[in-house]
């Protein structure tokens, strides 16, 4: 086997990437395929000029055996596991932080694979060529983030530092509909839920879902709108051009819900969805106007009542968000790997992981103990 550095999709065909990203047998994942990440790179949204130089790694023995999703850095945005902190300490002391190597979807907080190969072999092979790629570009690190679990604990024994953090995910129990779902929960959170649903009605807002090739570049437009508003509000400088929307629209359309906004016949508001073969992703939000519980209409519940139609068995609704909780979205475990080259950056964050990792697990623990569903939470009087 060997391994190569492609620095373009374009260099590799879409089956050979896609048998490893999403093997056959396998959940799906939207995110690491083909038509996703070079959508990324064809609208400009992850380039050099944006920060995101390509450096995939692909194994070969003939035909392609394993890849990995791999960007050169000169920054820390976009990628949802913060480490300005450690960039801070190593220029204060000296040292210098980019570039830095970043296994990710650029943009995406949703776990998926990431060394992406079926035999664990060829998995450690492609660690290997990570650590080697590092010392050969003279980067100062490698982060593999929201990677499996499996993988995680690996590669955690093999010298890889180990971190974690929380998202909330939404689980289906095999409900029939929203109400069911809502049946599950607590009296006084299921009166919340319904008085916010209720306030979105009352301002003669409706959702619609729109999927698939039903999709038009208006809608797209539409949507671009509310995205920019929003992102620039919020963040300062959204990441994804206008040219991203319609080539995943046109490359992966059975993979995209869109739900859609209105108000007086008026397109307001709207949120991405991603779907794969056992779970919906939500990823992007925005609207013109705003309205109390809006987000959580588009976002949350609009979601969940996908699912449930659907039979997904979950929702992951994206990175943050303690909010979530009372909504149904339940904490779940996220993973990262690191690998530094300077040993005196590798031990400070390494001690500074260990206990980190402790306060994430009481953390969890703690927001379970908040869970809104009846069979945990006291149920007051139903």
Sequence with gaps: MKLRIIRSLSEIDPPSW????NPAGEPIN????????????????????????????????????????????AHSYGEYVFDHGWADAFARAGGRYYPKLQVAVP????????????????????AQGLRQLCEDQGASSVHVTFLP???????????????????????????????????????????????EREAVALAGIACEWIAGRAITESHWDAFFRFYMDT???????????????????????????????????????????????DALYGRNWGAIEHHPCLHF??????AIEFAIAHKLERVEAGAQGPHKLARGY???TTFSLHHFAHPGLAQAVARYLEQERAAIAAEERELGSFSPFRHVAEVDGV
């Design 18 to 21: 896609d048998n490893c990203a």
């Design 30 to 73: 939207p995110f690491v395929s083909y038509a996703f990440l070079r959508a990324l790179e064809d609208s400009r949204s992850a380039m050099r000029d944006t920060g995101w130089l390509p450096q995939h790694l692909v194994l070969e023995e003939k035909t392609v055996q394993g890849a990995v999703p791999c960007y050169r850095k």
């Design 107 to 126: 943009f995406t907080p949703v776990a998926g694979p990431r060394l992406m190969a079926k035999e664990p072999q060829a998995r450690a092979l492609l």
């Design 149 to 195: 679990e499996r993988d995680w604990n690996a590669f955690g024994s093999c010298g890889w530092l180990k971190r974690t953090d929380i998202q909330f995910h939404w689980h289906n129990k095999g409900y029939s509909s929203f109400e069911e779902f809502l049946s599950d929960l607590s009296s006084r959170k299921r009166k919340n839920i319904r008085k």
């Design 231 to 277: 992102g620039s509000r919020k963040w300062g400088s959204p990441y994804l051009t206008r040219k991203f929307f319609s080539l995943i629209g046109e490359s992966m359309p059975d993979r995209i819900v869109l739900v859609m906004c209105r108000r007086g016949g008026r397109l307001i508001a709207g949120a991405l969805n991603f779907l794969g073969s």
């Design 297 to 302: 209409e588009a976002c949350y519940y609009q």
């Design 330 to 332: 339940l904490p779940q």
